[in-house]
């Protein structure tokens, strides 16, 4: 759209500006350096895959599933970001430097669960398969709408990878999920910071982009075969949940750092936007204090539970 088109050459400076601090503080680092490859062995065709190689918490395994499938995904997203952002000056720039970072983290994650047999890897191929074919991924309508939503995406993101290495008992895993993390906490800083710059420039089209991709929000990976399954044992063990989202996103990002509910200069439909949204985070809240209430309570279930006779 022309507006989108206006919007986007108005910004470049800042984007430059963003993209140079994003490659002073981005850190080179090689998968193969990461990955324990003494563990790995030779696969034989048609071999059944084996869970007890590699016992873990299976909503780790979930997520560990879920994580890599949402990076292989590139291809989907970088044509989305591509679209919204085009190929000029930094913004180009910019979603190339980010397509190649992501496509590392899936090369790092998938030789890791490879190597370690963490994952059935006839299951994952297939998940990659169906994924890909199908394509789907969100479609934000206009810039401000993406620069919002991969706000929160790139956030959520960060949290769950990095919940999920907390979660292996593994070194290596642990030290991976934490680099891929680390990579997504500054594409976050990136998206949120130009949102930031948009609120100065037209902060009715920002509050109006709030109000949609707040109350819309689904983590990327509706592609993924089970995914409701995997994401509820995702939810259930704490890794990404109400709580996460509200206490590490909404709170922080929406409410402290765009400050929604102190903007001013919004038109009449911004201002309505608002209020609407803020009754939605508010729900939200609420929700995210009786998940947090229930966890502590199976928590403390579980000290309180005498250990088995052996």
């Not at 089970?226 to 996460?244: T, V």
Request: net charge negative.
């Amino acid at each position: 759209m022309d507006s989108d088109a206006a919007l986007l050459h108005e910004l470049s400076p800042v984007a430059e500006e963003m993209l140079e601090r994003h490659l002073s503080n981005a850190k080179e680092w090689f998968p193969h350096e990461m990955v324990p490859w003494s563990v790995g062995r030779d696969f034989e065709p048609g071999e059944e895959w084996d869970a007890s190689e590699a016992p873990m918490d299976e909503a780790v395994r979930s997520a560990l599933f879920v994580n890599l499938l949402t990076e292989d995904n590139l291809p989907h997203y970088f044509h989305t970001i591509d679209r919204l952002f085009g190929i000029d000056d930094a913004w180009g720039a910019w979603t190339h430097r980010w397509t190649a970072e992501e496509g590392r983290h899936a090369i790092v994650i998938r030789d890791y669960l490879t190597v370690t047999r963490s994952v059935d890897p006839v299951a994952l191929e297939r998940g990659r398969m169906l994924q890909l074919a199908a394509g789907e991924v969100p479609q934000p309508e206009s810039v401000v709408d993406g620069l919002v939503y991969v706000t929160l995406q790139e956030l959520a993101t960060r949290i769950a990878h990095g919940n999920t290495g907390r979660m292996l008992d593994d070194r290596r895993g642990r030290d991976i999920m934490a680099r891929v993390a680390g990579d997504e906490n500054l594409h976050y800083v990136f998206y949120r910071d130009m949102t930031s710059a948009v609120l100065e420039v037209d902060p009715s089209a920002v509050v109006l982009a709030i109000d949609r991709q707040v109350r819309g929000f689904e983590m990327p990976g509706t592609g993924i075969p089970d995914f409701a399954a995997h994401s509820k044992a995702i939810a259930n063990a704490g890794i990404y949940d109400f709580a996460s989202h509200y206490e590490k996103i909404l709170q922080p990002v929406v409410l402290g750092h765009w400050g929604l509910e102190s903007i001013e200069g919004l038109n009449p439909e911004a201002s309505e936007a608002r209020e609407r949204v803020l009754r939605y985070i508010q729900r939200v809240g609420k929700a995210a204090r009786r998940v947090a209430e229930r966890r502590q309570a199976r928590i403390e279930e579980s000290k309180e539970r005498p250990a088995a006779l052996v």
